[in-house]
Structure formats: structure tokens, C-alpha cells
């Protein structure tokens, strides 16, 4: 099925998707900042260079768009365009996401997820209880890792 836009249009638009200072990854930044919490951002030092890092709680958190990441969620969808192409590139992404977040643990850092989902979409969380969800596990010693997803 070929694209419903011009090849130029889709470089436009897929030049302009961030990899940092996404939306949902600055609702968590300012809802956790307005409750006390500090961090670091995109440490360069840590495998997968993760969205926020908690060096007191030992944690880190990482907000993954559902499409980018290959959620298993209502927004994500296998493209019907160049197939090959983004088999590959979202099978890859599954991968060293699975990578980063063993490394990660294994160097003794807790890991967090937030999905996309669970800020927007027809499942989505309230985006207080995310957050709060957020600051009880950093608060929480004993869980080593969260995945926080839209409700199914």
C-alpha cells in the first residue's frame, strides 16, 4: 500500500518526532519535580541512556512511546508501509530495551517504565495516579522494577 503523503511531507514529519522532551516524558518530569523529587536527565553514562535518573532512590525511569518501543497496547499498530523496514527497526528497539533494562539492573539500578499509553488514549490513566504511582515506587525499596501501561 503506498504512503498517503509525498516522500518529502513524511521526512517533514518523521524529522520531526523528538527522541527527548516528549510530551508524556514532561508530564512525569513536572509532576514528580513538583513533589520533591530530583534528577538527572539522559545520563549519557548509563546504558540506554535513560529519561530520568534517581541517583538517591537508585532508579531510573524511562517513558517509551508505545509506537517507537512496540507496546502491545491500542496505539500501537505494524505499519502497512514498508514493512521490512520497521519490523526491523521496532524488533530492534524491543531488543536493546530488553538489553538496557538487564544491564541497568545488573550494575544494581532499579528500572522504571511509562508507557505512553497511560497518559493518552481511549485506556489511559488518570495523570496524578501515574505520577503518584511513580513516587510510591521510588519511595519503595523493595520493588526492583514498574511498568506503568494504559488500562486494558
Known amino acids: 500500500m503506498p504512503d498517503i503523503v509525498s516522500p518529502d511531507t513524511r521526512s517533514r514529519m518523521m524529522a520531526g518526532i523528538r527522541s527527548k522532551d516528549t510530551k508524556p516524558e514532561l508530564i512525569i518530569r513536572k509532576g514528580l519535580h513538583c513533589l520533591g523529587f530530583r534528577y538527572r536527565l ?16 537508585n532508579a531510573v525511569i524511562f ?7 512496540g507496546h502491545s ?14 519490523r526491523t527497526k521496532i524488533t530492534r528497539n524491543i531488543e536493546l530495551d530488553k538489553e538496557h533494562i538487564a544491564c541497568l539492573q545488573e550494575m544494581g539500578w532499579r528500572t522504571g ?29 523493595d520493588m526492583t522494577s514498574i511498568e506503568i501501561g494504559g488500562q486494558c
Not at 63 to 69: I, L, M, N, P, Y
Request: proline fraction near 6%; charged fraction near 20%.
Open 113 to 141: 517504565i511509562v508507557w505512553e499509553c497511560s497518559l493518552k488514549g481511549k485506556y489511559r490513566i488518570n495523570t496524578e495516579e501515574v505520577i503518584e504511582l511513580c513516587a510510591q515506587w521510588l519511595q519503595t525499596t
Open 42 to 57: 539522559h545520563d549519557k553514562n548509563l546504558p540506554g541512556k535513560p529519561d530520568m535518573v534517581f541517583p538517591r532512590y
Open 73 to 86: 497496547c491500542h496505539l500501537f499498530k505494524w505499519p502497512s508501509s514498508n514493512t521490512e523496514f520497521w
Open 63 to 69: 517513558v517509551h512511546g508505545c509506537f517507537w518501543h
